[in-house]
């Protein structure tokens, strides 16, 4: 994966509270959610997961793809696992769908406009 992403511990951090134990873990994040929420395809899934209440991961892809924005699913994936690891979304598994919904940390898409 890119560099933008390496982080050999970051599989420990399941809330904003776990990146705040420690100062490293604090500019890990803010770094992380920086460039999180400034990717054009990372805020174009924010706004569309936004303006849904939840959406279905094929929904989603297939909305990407439409708006021309992505039509490869490792590009997709990558995007997603982004944004859960920066806590801006959140996946709910149901069954065998996977719905994503979208976080406080998310929602700072209605002021980057």
Do not use: W
């Not at 992380?32 to 569309?48: D, F, G, Q, S, T």
Request: glycine share 2%.
């Amino acid at each position: 994966m890119p560099e933008e992403f390496d982080n050999d511990n970051n599989s420990e951090f399941k809330t904003i509270e776990d990146y705040n134990k420690t100062l490293e873990g604090t500019k890990y994040y803010h770094s992380l959610y920086l460039k999180a929420v400034n990717h054009p395809i990372r805020r174009e899934i924010l706004e569309i997961i936004h303006h849904s209440t939840q959406i279905l991961e094929s929904e989603l892809f297939e909305e990407l793809k439409r708006k021309g924005f992505l039509d490869d699913p490792t590009t997709f994936r990558y995007n997603i696992d982004f944004l859960l690891k920066a806590l801006c979304i959140e996946s709910i598994k149901e069954n065998d769908n996977c719905y994503y919904r979208i976080t406080q940390a998310g929602k700072v898409i209605e002021y980057l406009k």
